[in-house]
């Protein structure tokens, strides 16, 4: 059975009796169609939310076999539903670049699906649109103000680093020029798209408490600095407000259902490689206002999303989680092993045990948070038992609880062991949540903590344009700010290519940008793509509608 004729065979639940499930008055809902809904701000309340148990899933290195995060979060919550926890799963927001590019969509798979797919997928309540709109709204206003001859805050156009942005893969957008024409069309200067996931409105909007903060965040976003060296931020050009205006609807968390018809909230799709990739504040500490126990993920493996996950949305938002759950697969440890893409589905014992030190490793970052860990196994058709108990043994040596997980073919019922786990650490209270360092520490020492303590770096070495920075952000005041640090998913190093657990390597800093209104330092290591491209077959090559308006080919 196909994940879409899954879906057709599930009838989906009107959005208020979720609402009712969720311990919302459906009267105080935002109807979006029948089963889909904002949430109001007010229903969050802090002193409830902390009584919940905030549960976040993360992975090894993600590999192109594939982890399942978010299956597995969906499943989990299941799980924990079916064995009597008030259970609510907080995601992230599918971004059309990878429903249309080479990923895919973003709302599970299997029996562990959110629903409605079409939609989550498609535009859903229009967030990304919004964020897409404030950010460009700012861009607009940067060049207006270099053309003015009345209303000029003299900002010098070689400094600006604010870009534009779009939903949607495309390469010949990542480097453009803009003000051709003439005297009457802007002044000519050179600058690019990114995709909307990648702007750092997405993150101002998924680290926010509430519109407030959300303005004075948007304020504080950095534009560059004036021909005498004045900088210069969206405050200065007096656009924070028309940008509110445009996110009024997009800072409410979304309301949708699993497909065991359990709540699900799904707001804000940040960048886990230079944003903290996590769902926004607010609908995590929404979840946690209704429900017993609130399952989330962080993007990529956990030397990426969970890290900062810990460190900046955690120690933003005063948030305590409970339990990590560690996913793993054996194609993936197999890979990580040295096994070659095509043979991942063939038995490989040997290769599976070479990939295991990167398993170990990722255990060894959760105990440095004071973190308890389960062990997660995703379990394929594909996998042997023999290559299961290897992963086992590993976990029983090591004190280490372990479940396989079978959430894409038994939805909740494949996760009931899984669950279980995790009751039983949040129950044993052995998790004492503390952040990997202290933000008041100087930069290169915040930089230095992550790359040794939880990449496994030698040192860290950096280029001359970040060594040119680390004063800019000095000058600026700003070395108390958290780092996001960018760097590829695919291994625990800054090269890709070192997979497994790599050894005496030096992470290189190529620079550090300035997202004064997310409230963080991006350092930059090898090479972060803000723009995808398309593949040669993307899949929106399989993608289609009937004449019932039916959608096909998303899954």
């Not at 996950?309 to 040295?338: E, N």
Request: overall charge neutral; glycine content about 10%.
């Amino acid at each position: 059975m196909t994940d879409q004729q899954i879906a057709k065979d599930v009838s989906l639940k009107h959005i208020s009796s979720i609402a009712e499930k969720f311990g919302i008055d459906p009267q105080e809902i935002e109807m979006y169609g029948k089963f889909k809904a904002k949430l109001p701000l007010k229903a969050i309340d802090r002193t409830k939310a902390e009584k919940s148990n905030l549960i976040l899933v993360s992975a090894i290195s993600p590999t192109p076999a594939g982890e399942g995060k978010t299956t597995m979060s969906i499943g989990l919550s299941e799980g924990l539903n079916r064995l009597g926890k008030k259970t609510t799963v907080v995601l992230r927001e599918p971004s059309l670049g990878p429903v249309f590019g080479i990923k895919g969509g973003a709302t599970g798979g299997g029996y562990s699906q959110v629903l409605p797919m079409e939609d989550i997928n498609l535009h859903f309540t229009g967030d990304f649109a919004a964020i897409e709109k404030a950010h460009n709204l700012l861009a607009a206003i940067i060049d207006n103000n270099i053309q003015s001859k009345t209303n000029s805050l003299l900002l010098d156009p070689r400094t600006i680093g604010w870009k534009r942005v779009m939903d949607m893969n495309d390469r010949s957008l990542r480097h453009v020029i803009v003000g051709l024409g003439g005297t009457t069309s802007g002044v000519p200067r050179e600058t690019g798209f990114d995709i909307t996931a990648a702007s750092e409105i997405m993150a101002i909007l998924c680290l926010a408490k509430n519109l407030t903060d959300l303005k004075e965040r948007l304020g504080n976003i950095f534009v560059g600095y004036t021909y005498d060296k004045k900088p210069i931020y969206a405050k200065d050009l007096k656009a924070e407000g028309a940008m509110a205006a445009l996110l009024k609807d997009a800072i409410k968390p979304n309301l949708v259902q699993t497909i065991e018809g359990n709540p699900a909230i799904i707001h804000g799709g940040p960048f886990a490689n230079i944003a903290q990739g996590t769902n926004s504040v607010i609908a995590t500490l929404m979840g946690m206002t209704h429900s017993d126990y609130t399952v989330t993920e962080a993007g990529f493996g956990f030397d990426l999303g969970a890290e900062k996950f810990f460190d900046i949305k955690c120690q933003s938002a005063g948030l305590k989680p409970k339990a990590v759950v560690l996913t793993a697969t054996i194609r993936a440890l197999k890979y990580h092993g040295g096994a070659d893409l095509k043979s991942l589905t063939e038995p490989n014992v040997e290769a599976l045990k070479k990939g295991l030190p990167n398993l170990e490793k990722h255990l060894e970052n959760i105990a440095k948070f004071g973190m308890v860990p389960v062990i997660s196994i995703n379990r394929f058709v594909s996998d042997t038992d023999e290559e299961i108990q290897v992963v086992k043994e590993l976990a029983d040596s090591k004190g280490i609880r372990i479940a396989v997980a079978e959430v894409w073919a038994k939805g909740g019922a494949g996760a009931l062991e899984l669950a279980q786990h995790v009751i039983d650490v949040v129950e044993s209270q052995k998790s004492k949540f503390k952040p990997l360092y202290n933000w008041e520490m100087g930069v290169q020492e915040k930089i230095a903590t992550i790359a040794t303590e939880i990449y496994g770096a030698e040192y860290v070495d950096y280029t001359a344009k970040a060594k040119a920075d680390l004063r800019k952000i000095s000058d600026l005041g700003l070395e108390a700010l958290p780092v996001c640090i960018a760097k590829t998913q695919k291994s625990l190093s800054d090269n890709p290519n070192l997979l497994g657990r790599p050894k005496d390597f030096i992470i290189t800093v190529r620079e550090i940008e300035i997202a004064v209104g997310a409230g963080f330092l991006i350092p930059i290591t090898g090479d972060i793509m803000r723009m995808p491209g398309l593949p040669a077959h993307p899949s929106s090559e399989g993608i289609d509608i009937n004449d019932d308006g039916e959608i096909t080919g998303l899954f």
